[in-house]
């Protein structure tokens, strides 16, 4: 689990100093597309890219095109990133996009205006199978690769839905608790361990438990190997897609 504690270093790096817990006791993915609908949860055709905005200049979420305000996000994520939005689709007149929002509860969406942004398509996501803990690298509807992971405990289980990578961190301490790197996502444990004061952000991370990789034995983020990370680190970037599923 990330923390607010994270602080840019001179080398621009961010180190971590999150907790996490001991060891306790297939849905269908989203596929990418770029949909000029008002429902953008509507059928995907693997060959169009997920869009990626960039709402670094910060942003005002509507409930929907030109509609109520809902909130606003800040140019900057709490850990330094810039924010960039996952947009699962856009208005008929292309002027909105409905994003992932970073807020809790879980599963937020919202509308942002799009005019003067900077949008980047990819086809490159994750998904993250919980109940046969594999992070899966995925581009279009193809694996890339697939990597054991570490997934909560039965009382502070890996939330399920739809997320992004908010923060990429080189954490400074490799043999710390969330290994050389961490990728921050956009969703939020619910159900933190009791006397838990490490954060509620979800990430994927290393460890300096390898043992405890393919269990249940996290505080809901998600631990991978320090090959996987370094497998992983040049190709996601912040608004990259993530779909957790139990």
Same mark, same amino acid.
């Given at each position: 689990?990330?923390?607010?504690?994270?602080?840019?270093?001179?080398?621009?790096?961010?180190?971590?100093?999150?907790?996490?817990?001991?060891?306790?006791?297939?849905?269908?993915?989203?596929?990418?597309?770029?949909?000029?609908?008002?429902?953008?949860?509507?059928?995907?055709?693997?060959?169009?890219?997920?869009?990626?905005?960039?709402?670094?200049?910060?942003?005002?979420?509507?409930?929907? /095109?030109? &509609?109520?305000?809902?909130?606003? +996000?800040? #140019?900057?994520? @709490?850990?330094?990133?810039?924010? $960039?939005?996952?947009?699962?689709?856009?208005?008929?007149?292309?002027r909105w996009?409905?994003?992932?929002?970073?807020?809790?509860?879980?599963?937020?969406?919202?509308?942002?205006?799009?005019?003067?942004?900077?949008?980047?398509?990819?086809?490159?996501?994750?998904?993250?199978?919980?109940?046969?803990?594999?992070?899966?690298?995925?581009?279009?509807?193809?694996?890339?690769?697939?990597?054991?992971?570490?997934?909560?405990?039965?009382?502070?289980?890996?939330?399920?839905?739809?997320?992004?990578?908010?923060?990429?961190?080189?954490?400074?301490?490799?043999?710390? /608790?969330? &290994?050389?790197?961490?990728?921050? +996502?956009? #969703?939020?444990? @619910?159900r933190l361990?009791?006397? $838990?004061?490490?954060?509620?952000?979800?990430?994927?991370?290393?460890?300096n438990d390898?043992?405890?990789?393919?269990?249940?034995?996290?505080?809901?983020?998600?631990?991978?190997?320090?090959?996987?990370?370094?497998?992983?680190?040049?190709?996601?970037?912040?608004?990259?897609?993530?779909?957790?599923?139990?």
């Open positions: 689990m990330l923390t607010n504690r994270l602080r840019v270093t001179a080398l621009a790096l961010l180190a971590v100093a999150a907790l996490w817990t001991a060891p306790a006791a297939q849905a269908h993915p989203l596929l990418p597309a770029r949909d000029r609908t008002s429902h953008p949860a509507a059928a995907r055709s693997s060959d169009r890219p997920f869009v990626l905005v960039d709402a670094s200049s910060g942003a005002v979420v509507r409930a929907r /095109p030109g &509609g109520a305000i809902l909130g606003a +996000l800040d #140019g900057v994520t @709490p850990l330094g990133s810039p924010t $960039w939005l996952w947009a699962l689709g856009e208005s008929r007149d292309g996009a409905r994003v992932v929002l970073p807020w809790r509860p879980n599963g937020r969406t919202g509308w942002i205006s799009i005019a003067g942004r900077r949008t980047v398509h990819t086809h490159t996501w994750v998904q993250v199978d919980v109940s046969r803990r594999r992070v899966i690298l995925m581009r279009g509807d193809a694996v890339v690769d697939s990597y054991v992971a570490a997934v909560g405990t039965a009382t502070s289980p890996t939330p399920s839905g739809r997320f992004s990578v908010t923060d990429p961190v080189a954490t400074g301490d490799p043999s710390g /608790p969330l &290994g050389w790197y961490a990728f921050g +996502l956009s #969703g939020h444990q @619910p361990p009791a006397g $838990w004061s490490g954060g509620d952000q979800l990430a994927i991370h290393g460890t390898p043992a405890s990789l393919g269990t249940p034995a996290s505080a809901g983020c998600l631990r991978v190997s320090a090959a996987a990370l370094q497998a992983l680190k040049p190709l996601l970037r912040p608004g990259t897609p993530v779909v957790i599923h139990p």
